[in-house]
DNA sequence: TACTCACCGTGAATTATATCACAAGGATCC
DNA sequence: GGATCCTTGTGATATAATTCACGGTGAGTA
């Protein structure tokens, strides 16, 4: 592996290949061509070539990449061959619609713990996980050496939600809540934005509205 | 407005200017530098001011931005000053959840229907709307001129979804369901991964556990 | 073994995006 | 009304990401 920064657009891009090879696996493709892997994921064959190149050498002259071989070692790059435990803070509708969701589950994140502050949830079952309170969530996150959060409170209350979790150890973040978070450098921070993702796709339509009026 | 090219970046980093400043607003803050919206944002001043210049110039040298004034500003560019009518299909706990998101409503999104195949779920009540069967879906799009769809139905079955959307006359689309999926080029399609977010996650923690070996 | 084919791997060229740095210009103060 | 201050708006510069294009190499064939 070369020791060069690797653009993110490239990881986020190496995740989907995986994804991809993954159901060539179920339906049973032994073999694929960057091209092939380009097609299945809107992509151009010398740019899955370029991604797979800041890792190594995976694939065979002539011939193509072997899939589930080359979906082991991506695999293996994004660090999904060890367990990663998770914990959800936040037992509105999103936390627990993403506790319950399979995708995770099935990419090698275990959910091991749902909090929440709103004590009349406390104590709920979800799935095979019953919300515990917010005070426990720091220890939890010791004891069970937690180094994924996702947060799902509100606004208001993220920035304290993600003070508790580095605090504790937690070492990458999720966050839904529409709010910029303030996290310490080693410590990794994604936002998926509902709102601005729909905003994105209004400003495109209000382009097209636009053109339409000539 | 110029008529070059806008990255998407920038519109993305508009959208969340735009949701600062509404707080900023909201708190009685009547005026506000490039420099305090780049603090509140992650950024740098200059970019906040590039951004802005591919729409025009709404600051005053020497003072900055009336908040209120580049707001307004801001959500038109984002085609936020006209209501924009969203359909939700799939009606499973993310369905559901982005059903009642208050994030959509108080951004001027409305969500005007929700669908799903399921005849089991048909008939349940969600907030102040009930479940649909899919059948009605088409019919419902064009009676309502639904603009947007956001889609939260189970990978095999997304591609069969945003076929009848866009047929109907859907022309953007948020797409939840870990598929790569094909539309015309006049439809905007955004797709949100979850778990290719937290695999990111993983990848980064990973290069931070190999340094910690050394 | 020699020949051909197919497709990968990669340096070079291009395109896109972000940063820098400063001139321009409105507000304020004397 | 002129001088000073401050922050914008923007051309020039630097950095980053993508695409191009082709050389290199293993596999298959006769």
Redesign the interface.
């Known amino acids: 592996m070369k020791a060069e920064k690797i653009p993110?657009a490239t990881?986020?891009r190496?995740?989907?290949y995986?994804?991809?090879l993954q159901y060539m696996e179920e339906m049973g493709i032994t073999k694929v061509s960057s091209q092939e892997i380009a097609d299945?994921?809107?992509g151009s064959s010398a740019q899955v070539r370029k991604d797979l190149a800041y890792f190594g050498e995976f694939g065979t002259r002539g011939v193509g990449y072997e899939v589930k071989h080359l979906n082991r070692h991506l695999k293996k790059?994004?660090?999904?061959t060890k367990p990663?435990s998770?914990v959800i803070v936040g037992a509105?509708?999103?936390g627990?619609?993403?506790m319950?969701?399979n995708?995770?589950g099935n990419?090698?994140?275990r959910v091991m713990g749902i909090f929440d502050k709103d004590m009349s949830k406390v104590g709920e079952q979800v799935g095979d996980l019953t919300i515990s309170p917010m005070y426990k969530l720091d220890q939890f996150i010791k004891t069970h050496n937690i180094?994924?959060g996702v947060v799902t409170v509100p606004a208001a209350a993220a920035q304290e939600t993600v003070d508790i979790m580095t605090r504790a150890g937690v070492?990458?973040?999720?966050n839904f809540a529409?709010k910029?978070l303030i996290v310490a450098d080693?410590v990794?921070l994604?936002n998926?934005?509902?709102?601005?993702?729909?905003?994105?796709?209004?400003?495109?339509?209000?382009l097209?509205?636009r053109e339409g009026e000539k």
């Not at 998926?192 to 209000?206: P, R």
């Open positions: 993110e990881i986020i190496l995740s989907v995986s994804r991809n299945a994921t809107d790059i994004l660090g999904l990663r998770v509105g509708r999103l627990k619609a993403l319950l969701y995708g995770f990419r090698g994140f180094q994924m070492k990458a973040i999720l529409p910029n080693d990794k994604r998926v934005d509902l709102a601005v993702n729909l905003e994105v796709l209004s400003f495109y339509m209000g097209e509205e």
